[in-house]
């Protein structure tokens, strides 16, 4: 099996039951009342897209609309809006998987934040076109802080598939 450059050990088989706990716990981190400001960053989308790089098998573009979905109907917003925003975020995601791992965190985050901006543009452009208000300048901001994460949130959804390392020279896997 060819591994992409920078990985030097397997991962172990991800769990389905630790996808869902993740995705639960970035959904309900998003349905606190803390306010919403425009430069918040979406953890629920930046963990969606990072399983959908990932396990593109696993977490689809149809979970992603059902995800969104909840969100719509947990923030009161355009029935719709995150569902599209999702399942826009997801389709990138899926579309470019195999091409993101094999970069560095640091390139795989330049490479994530085009979709984090196409996926703030189209909720936006839902939310414009259904006469909602500009929420402000300050929305360009969430795309690079979730690039930003990017990195720090790789290294914490994979540090349960990571081996130990195998002391036996005999047995590198």
């Known amino acids: 099996m060819i591994m992409p450059r920078g990985s030097d050990q397997l991962l172990l088989p991800v769990n389905p039951w630790f996808i869902a706990l993740t995705l639960v716990a970035a959904m309900l981190l998003e349905m606190l009342p803390l306010g919403r400001h425009p430069a918040a960053p979406d953890l629920l989308a930046l963990v969606l897209v990072f399983w959908n790089v990932h396990q593109p098998r696993r977490v689809s573009v149809g979970l992603a609309f059902v995800v969104g979905l909840v969100m719509d109907v947990h923030q009161a917003a355009l029935l719709g809006q995150h569902a599209l925003a999702y399942t826009f975020l997801s389709f990138l995601a899926v579309t470019v998987h195999r091409r993101v791992l094999w970069f560095s965190l640091s390139a795989q985050a330049l490479h994530v934040l085009p979709i984090f901006v196409a996926g703030h543009a189209a909720s936006l452009f839902a939310r414009l076109i259904a006469g909602g208000m500009f929420p402000g300048w300050w929305l360009l901001a969430a795309p690079l802080l979730e690039a930003m994460l990017w990195p720090a949130v790789v290294k ?12 036996d020279q005999n047995r590198p896997l």
């Open 156 to 167: 914490l959804l994979l540090a349960p598939q990571r081996r130990a390392p195998n002391p």
